[in-house]
């Protein structure tokens, strides 16, 4: 079966350092992988994703990931945090195979402190 | 840019009422979703339809239906409302395989 976990519920870091949001999944075959952002009383926003290719994938506001297959991860950094980036994290997977269905993880919160 | 509408962003029922949750997308995409969002628990998929008039259920289908007459309206119905269904919505649309569009989210509260 599908799966997503994201080990850590909460993530604190001091602005200006770099940041990492672990997500790591379990899938049949060859995934898609996705990361959203949640900002308060707000529906999800796509960061990036991994298709295919290069495994260090660059997204929105800084954001990037990298695809390790042998670890079966998709860690979410960014060198430097900012205030801003405080919100809630989602890594998503869909397996190439499955049709239109993709799993959530649980979702872990950043906290960014100035 | 994409949009995703739903229609209230809060809303307050009672036990036992029927709720209508409506989304609306503008981008002609074939594949709208509908997830439940509980803390601790990510998101639940609740239906999907990849066409108008066809759907398929999630993984917490029940106590819900779905209606899609127009391929940028996707329903989603409690047909008798209960606490347990007090949660936050959020709408999804795609095209194909790729990203996924969500509108803003509809906090529900039944009473």
């Known amino acids: 079966a599908q799966s997503v976990a994201q080990p850590e519920d909460q993530v604190n870091v001091a602005e200006g350092n770099p940041l990492t949001v672990k997500c790591t999944y379990s899938v049949s075959g060859n995934p898609y992988l996705f990361w959203y952002v949640q900002y308060p009383n707000r529906g999800l926003q796509f960061l990036l994703k991994y298709i295919t290719g290069d495994n260090l994938v660059k997204g929105s506001y800084g954001f990037e990931a990298e695809f390790n297959k042998s670890q079966t991860s998709f860690h979410l950094k960014k060198p430097s945090a900012l205030v801003s980036d405080s919100a809630l994290y989602f890594c998503a997977v869909r397996d190439r195979t499955g049709g239109f269905k993709t799993i959530f993880g649980a979702g872990t919160r950043l906290f960014v402190k100035a | ?111």
């Open chain 2, 1 to 111: 840019d994409v949009k995703v509408t739903q229609s209230s962003r809060y809303l307050v029922k009672r036990t036992g009422e029927k709720v209508f949750l409506e989304c609306v997308q503008d981008m002609d995409h074939e594949n709208m979703f509908w997830y439940r969002q509980d803390p601790g628990l990510g998101l639940r998929l609740i239906y999907f339809s990849y066409d108008v008039k066809m759907k398929e259920k999630g993984d917490i289908p029940e106590g819900y239906s779905v209606s899609r007459e127009k391929k940028e309206r996707f329903s989603l119905i409690l047909e008798s409302a209960s606490t347990n269904q007090t949660s936050m919505y959020l709408c999804a649309s795609s095209f194909g395989e790729d990203t996924q569009y969500f509108g803003p989210g509809t906090r529900l509260t039944v009473l």
